[in-house]
Nanobody, 129 residues
Framework: QVQLVESGGGLVQAGGSLRLSCAAS????????MGWFRQAPGKEREFVAR????????YYADSAKGRFTISRDNAKYTVYLQMNSLESEDTAVYYC??????????????????????WGQGTQVTVSS
């Protein structure tokens, strides 16, 4: 069982930056692909970014490309989401998620929420315009 705890959310002006962190428990952390999702009020949860277990490959939603960077530090059992050039449309609750079976998905299937078994409680990001 893996527990995930997000932090780093808050209120920021448009154009600003935030860095989200997700601390994980469990010694198998480095074998998991990790993802970030977000959910805005009245909208479905959507994929933001994904990183493989060794950090060698990253994937982004079109809305995040060029502005967000996902990274991880396996020694610290932590995954990060650096968000720059924030826009009001980025306002949402951001969730960290763990995929313990990264080899069972391919392509867009790896971006689906159902691929992830473990979820954090979420952290609110609010971007004021």
């Amino acid at each position: 069982q893996v527990q995930l705890v997000e932090s780093g959310g808050g209120l920021v002006q448009a154009g600003g930056s935030l860095r989200l962190s997700c601390a994980a428990s469990g010694r198998t952390f480095s074998t998991y692909a990790m993802g970030w999702f977000r959910q805005a009020p009245g909208k479905e949860r959507e994929f933001v970014a994904r990183i493989t277990g060794n950090g060698g490959n990253t994937y982004y939603a079109d809305s995040a490309k060029g502005r967000f960077t996902i990274s991880r530090d396996n020694a610290k059992y932590t995954v990060y989401l650096q968000m720059n050039s924030l826009e009001s449309e980025d306002t949402a609750v951001y969730y960290c998620a763990g995929d313990p079976n990264p080899y069972l998905c391919s392509g867009y299937g790896c971006y689906a929420a159902r691929q992830y078994n473990y979820w954090g409680q979420g952290t609110q990001v609010t971007v004021s315009s």
